[in-house]
């Protein structure tokens, strides 16, 4: 049967800004906070309540579609045959919590593995990030420009500083270098903004060395549909099912970044 990804796009957004509705009235209301693997790594009811809201909507509405979402009230997937929904409620879930902003849902719809609807939601700034594979990628009505090269001199690179740092995933010596040279560095704590900044020309990359599939589903449609790359640190392509270093960024800049500062 032929998918109406017109039909599928129509649900997904009116979900989402539903969801972000939903998630702005919570500000008013008492969270209830607590920790996941470590004492650092959070959850709340409005992470929980935002996952089953579109997890109960998208069984209702397409139930041959299959769901994996970070909070685990998807389905147990183990292949990508078929629709797949991946989702993660909130990004940016300690933003979330400390800030009251900086957090957004992120959603990837792909077909047989292949990246066909994104969506980073940005809650508080109602700013929907959305791209369709083959049809462009807009900022809420806006068309988004494809993405011309840069380099790195003149780059905006968003990197957290643990990386440049001791730690458990990559010598601190590696990246320590890019950031002298690059014009600037951020950090903005939400995976999925930080895909859709580059996206949108804000930033022109963004390096991490651990990222989960619903933290970057959603934005990986979005910056392939302007012309951008996202490959794992050593530019193979990202495994879906799995963990990987994400490096996101513009043409030009992807390849110096890659050959002056990873392989060498
Ligand atoms: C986190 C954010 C953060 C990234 C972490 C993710 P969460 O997602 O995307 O920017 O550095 O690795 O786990 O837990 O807030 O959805
Ligand atoms: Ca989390
Ligand atoms: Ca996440
Ligand atoms: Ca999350």
Redesign the pocket.
């Known amino acids: 049967m032929q998918v109406k990804w017109e039909e599928i796009d129509h649900y997904a957004r009116q979900w989402i800004r539903e969801a972000g509705a939903r998630i702005r009235a919570t500000f008013a209301e008492k969270l209830t906070v607590e920790t996941k693997s470590h004492r650092n ?1 959070l959850v709340t009811n409005v992470d929980r309540e935002t996952e089953r809201f579109f997890i109960e909507n998208i069984r209702k509405t397409f139930p041959d579609h299959r769901v994996l979402g ?1 909070e685990g009230f998807g389905d147990n997937i183990t292949t990508l045959e078929g629709i797949v929904w991946i989702i ?1 409620p ?5 933003n979330f919590v400390h800030q009251q902003r900086n ?1 957004a849902i992120s959603i990837g719809v792909f077909e047989k593995g292949v990246g066909m609807l994104g969506y980073v939601y940005d809650v508080v700034q109602d700013e929907l990030y959305a791209a369709r594979k083959g049809e462009g990628a807009f900022l809420n009505d806006k068309p988004l420009s494809p993405l011309e090269p840069v380099s790195v001199s003149e780059a905006l690179i968003s990197l ?1 500083a643990t990386w440049v740092t001791e730690n458990k995933r990559i010598d601190p010596s590696v990246l320590a270098p890019l950031v002298k040279d690059a014009r600037g560095t951020r950090s903005y ?4 903004l ?1 895909m859709a900044y580059v996206a949108a020309g804000r930033l022109d990359a963004y390096i ?1 060395m ?3 599939p619903w ?1 970057f589903a959603g934005g990986l449609v979005l910056v392939q549909e302007v012309g951008g790359i996202v490959t794992n640190l050593y530019g193979e392509p990202l495994r879906l099912l799995e963990r990987n270093s994400v490096f996101v960024s513009k043409p030009g800049l992807h390849e110096e970044i890659l050959k002056k500062y990873i392989h060498h």
Do not use: C, H, P, V
Request: hydrophobic residues 30%; negative net charge.
């Open positions: 790594d970070e993660d909130i990004d940016g879930t300690m957090f957290n704590g939400s995976a999925a930080e991490t651990r990222l989960s933290d």
